[in-house]
Every structure is written in C-alpha cells, then in structure tokens.
C-alpha cells in the first residue's frame, strides 16, 4: 500500500501538460477551486481560468463582486457543476455577455438527494440558503464522477478549440490515468472498513461514501443545524459506533460538531471539500478516515 501510495505522489508531482502550443486567449470560468485542477490537468497553459467562489468562501452564501462580473463579460465558457447559487446566476451572466457558452459538467451525472444519510428531520425550504432542489452537489468529490465532469470539459473545449483538440484529449488520458491510481489508493486505505460510518458537520462527502462504500453521517443538512431529537440521535450513534473524531469544514462553524464530539469524547477534524489540490486531498481525506475508522 505505501509503495502504490508514494507511486501516486509522484504521479501528482508531475504535469500532465508537457505540450508547449500558442495560447488560445481562451477565458475559462468554473464556479468552485477543484474544478480548476481539472481545466489545468485538461488545458494546461492554453487557457486562461478564472474561480468564481474563491478559497476559504461558502458555495451557499458568495455574492459575485464587481470584479468577479468583469470577468464574466470577457469569459468564453462556463463550466458549471450543479451548485444552486450558479442558477441564481445564469439570467445575469448571460445578459451581460451573450456570447458565453455554459456547458453543465453535472449533466451526465445521476445526482441523488444531499438527505440521503442522517438522522435528519423534514424542513421547510424557507429554513435553509443551501441547494433549493435538494439535490447533492458536491459531484467534485467522487474520483469517478470527476471523470465524467473531465470528459465534458476536455469535448467542450476540443470543439471550441478544435486547433489544440490533440493536447486536450491527451491530457484527459494523461487525467483518467491519475484518477485511476487514485481510485485504487483510496480502495486500498478504506476497503477494510466499508460499511462503516463517520460523521461530518456538512453533508459534502455522500458521494465519495458511495464511491467507497462508506455511510456519512452528516450533523447539518440544507442549512439546518440539528434539533434537539437530532443532536440526541447523533449522539447516540456516536457512542453506539464507538466514534472517536467528528470532521469538519473549514467553511463552517465547527460549534455543533465540537458540542457532538465533546459528548462522545471525540476528535474534531478538519478536512476541506474544496480544497484546490484534488487528487491530494482525497487521498488525505481517505489517510485520515482509514485512520479514524481502525481505531
């Protein structure tokens, strides 16, 4: 396992991108940190990117700046991935430049409800500022699902760059091939606790759960913090499972996880859903999970 692990931070170590071609003068916009890493692994230095939600904000809450609509008005494409603030958006960006094309990177994806763990009661939609469809978003999460997001993005921009369609498409190989590796590291370090539980302030890792086989038990869902009956049952399920640390987003308030974690004599732990370098952070994540769960 640590030889095929070290094996994969070489991998990473290394660009994709080794073609030296003319610039395209291509803008790229993508709405969270991740997806830059898949533009770059794709593109390289034949396109400019621009992140609208920059690092350390909530997907939920940002509110474009006037800089930000600058940038929008000389963007050729947007790649969007299902966040709900991006549908608040889309009147707006396509107004003030109407030759913006925005391609769906979530479109080929099966999102399932972000309610699908918990213990978690039924809210009203007034109660929350989260995702209105309630709908998962968090599709950046799952190595398999960003397979999918980096084949729309490497088509996308072979055709609207169809001169440097070759470098595109042998960066996307170059991508599967490292998310691949991944993938197997990740199996190696959490296969031997699948099924297991462990719960998380914000429900954003559903769909890295499913990839491996994992159950989250989120404390916050849609923007609402537990109810007493709630708090209770996370509590219970803490000690009843014997968990020994309780992860958390440096995007939100860890106060509810720390109440949790200090009733069942648990950890907090941060980890960063958004974090700008992918493929590390989810192997980091899944160290720091393994590392939970065989205790």
Same mark, same amino acid.
């Given at each position: ?28 916009? /993508? ?8 533009? +770059?692994? *794709? ?5 400019? $990117?621009?992140? %609208? &939600? ?112 070759? /470098? ?8 599967? +091939?490292? *998310? ?5 590291? $990740?199996?190696? %370090? &959490? ?105």
């Amino acid at each position: 396992m640590r030889k095929l692990i070290f094996t994969l931070v070489i991998f990473l170590s290394c660009s994709s991108n080794t073609q030296n071609s003319a610039e395209t003068g291509l803008t790229v916009l /993508v709405s969270v940190v991740p997806q830059e890493y898949f533009v +770059e692994k *794709i593109a390289g230095d034949l396109v400019n $990117i621009a992140v %609208l &939600i920059p690092p350390g904000a909530s997907p939920a809450a940002y509110e474009i700046s006037p800089r930000d609509m600058r940038i929008v008005s000389e963007a050729d494409v947007w790649f969007t991935i299902g966040l709900q603030r991006e549908s608040s958006w889309m009147e707006d960006f396509s107004s003030l430049n109407d030759h913006l094309l925005i391609i769906d990177t979530a479109a080929n994806i099966q999102r399932l409800p972000i309610d699908r763990y918990g213990v978690h009661e039924e809210h009203s939609d007034h109660d929350h500022d989260h995702d209105h469809s309630g709908l998962d978003p968090h599709i950046w999460l799952s190595p398999a699902l960003v397979a999918v997001q980096a084949s729309e993005i490497c088509n996308t921009l072979s055709e609207i760059d169809p001169e440097n369609s070759a /470098v595109y498409r042998e960066n996307l190989l170059a991508l599967e +091939e490292e *998310i691949s590796l991944l993938q197997t590291s $990740i199996h190696e %370090l &959490i296969d031997p606790y699948s099924g297991s539980g462990f719960i998380v302030f914000h429900p954003s890792w559903g769909y890295f759960a499913d990839e491996f086989d994992l159950v989250q038990v989120p404390i916050e869902v849609m923007g609402n913090e537990p109810s007493p009956s709630e708090m209770a049952a996370l509590v219970d399920y803490g000690n009843s499972n014997s968990v020994r640390a309780i992860f958390a987003a440096p995007q939100f308030s860890e106060s509810s996880a720390a109440t949790i974690a200090g009733e069942i004599n648990a950890s907090v732990i941060l980890i960063d859903p958004l974090s700008g370098n992918w493929s590390e952070n989810l192997l980091f994540v899944a160290t720091r999970l393994a590392s939970v769960l065989e205790q």
